[in-house]
C-alpha cells in the first residue's frame, strides 16, 4: 500500500441497493481500490437515485474541505431513473473531459455499450468528483485508468506543487 496522500469519499448511487434489495458490491470495490493506491477512504454513502440527494452530499464532502476525492458508483447509463451526471453538473465548477474520454476510450475496448456511459469527472472547490458506472467491474475498470493520475490530480487541486510535480516526474519516467 502507498503513503496515504489524500483523503476520499465514495458514494453509491442506487434505488434497489439503498432499499436493501440488492448488495452492493462496487462501492466497496472502488474504496478497497483506492486505498491500496493510498487514498484515506474517510466517507462511504449508499444514496437512491435522487439528483437532489446526491447532489447535496456531493456539495457538503467538496464544501467541507478534507475530501480531495469524491467518487460516485452508478446512475451514469441511459436508463430514467440514471441522473448521477445532472447531480454532478449541479455541483461542479467545471469538467475534466480527459477523464471522462479516457474512461470511456478503455470501456469500449472491452464492451460496446460503454458509449451509452454518461459519466461526469469535474472540480468543486479543491475536489475532484468522479463518476464511475454500478457495475462492480465497469465500476473497477473505469478506476483502473484514472489511478494513475488521481493522485497528482488531488495535489495539483490542493496546491501541493511540490508532491505534483513529483509525481509529474513519476508518471514521465513509468511511460
Not at 483523503?7 to 470495490?29: F, I, Y
Not at 476510450?105 to 454500478?134: D, E, F, K, W, Y
Amino acid at each position: 500500500m502507498s503513503p496515504i496522500h489524500h483523503r476520499a469519499a465514495v458514494l453509491t448511487v442506487s434505488d434497489l441497493g439503498s432499499r436493501g434489495e440488492r448488495v452492493d458490491t462496487a462501492g466497496p470495490a472502488v474504496a478497497s481500490m483506492l486505498a491500496e493506491a493510498g487514498f484515506e477512504v474517510a466517507e462511504r454513502a449508499l444514496l437512491p437515485d435522487e439528483p437532489e440527494q446526491i447532489a447535496a452530499l456531493l456539495r457538503g464532502w467538496a464544501d467541507e474541505g478534507s475530501i480531495a476525492l469524491a467518487v460516485t458508483v452508478g446512475g451514469t447509463g441511459m436508463a430514467p431513473r440514471d441522473r448521477t451526471p445532472e447531480a454532478t453538473f449541479a455541483v461542479i465548477d467545471y469538467r475534466v473531459p480527459g477523464m471522462e474520454e479516457a474512461m470511456r476510450a478503455a470501456s469500449l475496448a472491452v464492451v460496446p455499450t460503454a458509449m451509452l456511459s454518461r459519466a461526469v469527472c469535474g472540480v468543486r472547490g479543491q475536489t475532484l468528483i468522479v463518476n464511475l458506472p454500478g457495475s462492480e467491474r465497469g465500476a473497477r475498470e473505469n478506476l483502473s485508468v484514472l489511478l494513475p493520475v488521481l493522485d497528482h490530480a488531488c495535489s495539483s487541486l490542493r496546491g501541493d506543487a511540490e508532491e505534483s510535480a513529483s509525481t509529474h516526474r513519476r508518471l514521465q519516467e513509468q511511460s
